[in-house]
């Protein structure tokens, strides 16, 4: 399945008649699909936006809130048009500026700037920056810009940290430059954000700047209560914790450590998050927002495999079916290679919160534990380099060339870590449990899928749904 990975581009922002149907329906379903900017009022907005319909001859459309600001448009304070749901886009396609936009939200640029962002991605600067600039409109420094915006305005409303350290962490290099952006990007100071989302709420954040909650929208309708039976069956002692109603874990940062606790609720997920420093708050949300697959397209998965009379019933009974993520990819290799083995012994210990103690074991800890495991080894060493960036076909060559890690495994990662939506484990049991429920036969899976592209993945979890009986 592989190769439907790679479709067709998808534009929808290109095609300005259908844009302006979706934004004079207000439909949610498209909200962080495109941007619509308003030429009279210089102010962009989500497709949903509840102000008034602006006349068709006075507005652009915009794939993301970075080309609506590097043309000189602003966000609007209604709406808030970064708070939605990320494009689906960015797993079903499989080229260079989706994989762009994934390390951009991981943090990439703030960390290595752009060099460091072309090196994890194989192309020069200049290569980079143009295709990023024909096909999102913005290149790699306007894009990581709109999402240091988005984490410092987080940051700004959500707690009481001195404005002062909210600029560096959310990644800026001078006060200056904080001040600037959120003026161009918001069309206001900081102090006035903060003290308009404080008069909205009726409440301050919380004084300790550590200590978020945050709301992550989503794409409803979205099947909580799969995901934390997923969890559940795969929980490591001690870094995870899953109860009836939530999910914790602790996370592996790049400046730190932290916990986490994801509450579903009817309309969005809430989320409890305990970081050592806040520079990581932006690749903190991404990542979880991968990992409970927030950025899906129900709609789009269910008119596909709702059309196939085996999968209906199940399509039906379980509505807004997701495919977990994972919030480290070196984590989720290690999972894939030892199964229900994991040491979680070795996982370094970190302030009790929520029921989780200690951070999951990091490769190169479990590698000395076990030397003579070949892909660990390369795992450790950085020989095998898992991360969201990784283009599908040469992550999966590399993978198949490490010694034990077979073609089911290999997918597997793919599917976990890329988040990509059109890989079929065929060969998984509890997949081919779930065939033979809906009369399906499991020798004939990969003739079935053909028919299910490009949503193979999610397929494969309507199969383990079935499966459960």
């Given at each position: 399945m592989l190769e439907g990975m790679v479709t067709e581009t998808l534009a929808l922002w290109r095609d300005a008649e259908r844009c302006y149907r979706v934004v004079t329906a207000r439909d949610p379903r498209f909200d962080g699909q495109f941007i619509m900017a308003v030429r009279t009022t210089g102010i962009y907005c989500r497709p949903s936006c509840?102000?008034?319909?602006?006349?068709?001859?006075?507005?652009r459309f915009f794939p993301t809130s970075a080309a609506a600001q590097a043309n000189g448009f602003r966000a609007c304070r209604r709406c808030l048009p970064d708070a939605v749901p990320g494009s689906p886009d960015w797993n079903v396609r499989a080229d260079l500026a989706a994989r762009a936009m994934r390390l951009i939200s991981d943090g990439t640029v703030e960390r290595e700037g752009v060099p460091g962002l072309a090196r994890r991605l194989g192309y020069s600067e200049r290569q980079l920056g143009r295709v990023l600039t024909a096909e999102l409109g913005a290149g790699p420094l306007a894009l990581a810009r709109a999402h240091r915006a988005h984490s410092a305005r987080l940051l700004i409303e959500m707690s009481g940290l001195p404005l002062t350290d909210v600029a560096f962490a959310?990644?800026?290099s001078s006060v200056r430059q904080f001040n600037e952006t959120i003026r161009e990007v918001f069309?206001?100071?900081p102090s006035q954000l903060r003290a308009f989302a404080a008069s909205r709420r009726g409440r301050q954040g919380d004084a300790g700047g550590t200590r978020l909650s945050l709301r992550l929208p989503f794409?409803?309708?979205?099947?909580?209560v799969g995901l934390l039976r997923f969890f559940a069956a795969h929980a490591v002692e001690g870094v995870e914790k899953v109860t009836s109603t939530s999910y914790a874990r602790t996370l592996r940062l790049a400046h730190g450590t932290g916990?986490?606790?994801?509450?579903?609720?009817?309309d969005h997920v809430r989320c409890e998050l305990l970081l050592t420093d806040l520079r990581d708050l932006g690749s903190a949300v991404s990542r979880v927002r991968r990992l409970l697959d927030l950025d899906a397209d129900p709609a789009a998965v269910t008119r596909v495999l709702g059309a196939d009379p085996a999968l209906a019933p199940v399509v039906e009974a379980v509505p807004g079916i997701r495919v977990p993520g994972t919030v480290d990819g070196e984590e989720l290799m290690v999972r894939a290679l030892l199964g229900d083995q994991i040491p979680a012994a070795l996982g370094e210990e970190v302030p009790g919160e929520w029921g989780v103690t200690r951070l999951f074991p990091a490769a190169a800890r479990v590698a000395t534990a076990m030397p003579d495991h070949a892909a660990l080894t390369a795992l450790a060493e950085r020989r095998l380099d898992v991360h969201v960036g990784r283009d599908a076909a040469e992550l999966r060559a590399e993978l198949l060339a490490c010694p034990g890690i077979d073609a089911s495994t290999a997918d597997y990662v793919l599917m976990r870590v890329l988040g990509a939506p059109d890989i079929l484990l065929a060969a998984d049991a509890a997949v081919r449990r779930g065939a033979e429920a809906l009369g399906i036969s499991p020798e004939s899976l990969p003739e079935r899928a053909r028919g299910w592209?490009?949503?193979c993945s999610y397929a494969g979890m309507?199969?383990?749904?079935?499966?459960l009986g």
């Amino acid at each position: 399945m592989l190769e439907g990975m790679v479709t067709e581009t998808l534009a929808l922002w290109r095609d300005a008649e259908r844009c302006y149907r979706v934004v004079t329906a207000r439909d949610p379903r498209f909200d962080g699909q495109f941007i619509m900017a308003v030429r009279t009022t210089g102010i962009y907005c989500r497709p949903s936006c509840p102000a008034s319909t602006p006349k068709e001859q006075n507005v652009r459309f915009f794939p993301t809130s970075a080309a609506a600001q590097a043309n000189g448009f602003r966000a609007c304070r209604r709406c808030l048009p970064d708070a939605v749901p990320g494009s689906p886009d960015w797993n079903v396609r499989a080229d260079l500026a989706a994989r762009a936009m994934r390390l951009i939200s991981d943090g990439t640029v703030e960390r290595e700037g752009v060099p460091g962002l072309a090196r994890r991605l194989g192309y020069s600067e200049r290569q980079l920056g143009r295709v990023l600039t024909a096909e999102l409109g913005a290149g790699p420094l306007a894009l990581a810009r709109a999402h240091r915006a988005h984490s410092a305005r987080l940051l700004i409303e959500m707690s009481g940290l001195p404005l002062t350290d909210v600029a560096f962490a959310a990644g800026f290099s001078s006060v200056r430059q904080f001040n600037e952006t959120i003026r161009e990007v918001f069309a206001t100071t900081p102090s006035q954000l903060r003290a308009f989302a404080a008069s909205r709420r009726g409440r301050q954040g919380d004084a300790g700047g550590t200590r978020l909650s945050l709301r992550l929208p989503f794409r409803p309708p979205f099947d909580a209560v799969g995901l934390l039976r997923f969890f559940a069956a795969h929980a490591v002692e001690g870094v995870e914790k899953v109860t009836s109603t939530s999910y914790a874990r602790t996370l592996r940062l790049a400046h730190g450590t932290g916990v986490v606790r994801l509450t579903p609720e009817p309309d969005h997920v809430r989320c409890e998050l305990l970081l050592t420093d806040l520079r990581d708050l932006g690749s903190a949300v991404s990542r979880v927002r991968r990992l409970l697959d927030l950025d899906a397209d129900p709609a789009a998965v269910t008119r596909v495999l709702g059309a196939d009379p085996a999968l209906a019933p199940v399509v039906e009974a379980v509505p807004g079916i997701r495919v977990p993520g994972t919030v480290d990819g070196e984590e989720l290799m290690v999972r894939a290679l030892l199964g229900d083995q994991i040491p979680a012994a070795l996982g370094e210990e970190v302030p009790g919160e929520w029921g989780v103690t200690r951070l999951f074991p990091a490769a190169a800890r479990v590698a000395t534990a076990m030397p003579d495991h070949a892909a660990l080894t390369a795992l450790a060493e950085r020989r095998l380099d898992v991360h969201v960036g990784r283009d599908a076909a040469e992550l999966r060559a590399e993978l198949l060339a490490c010694p034990g890690i077979d073609a089911s495994t290999a997918d597997y990662v793919l599917m976990r870590v890329l988040g990509a939506p059109d890989i079929l484990l065929a060969a998984d049991a509890a997949v081919r449990r779930g065939a033979e429920a809906l009369g399906i036969s499991p020798e004939s899976l990969p003739e079935r899928a053909r028919g299910w592209t490009p949503w193979c993945s999610y397929a494969g979890m309507y199969l383990r749904q079935a499966g459960l009986g």
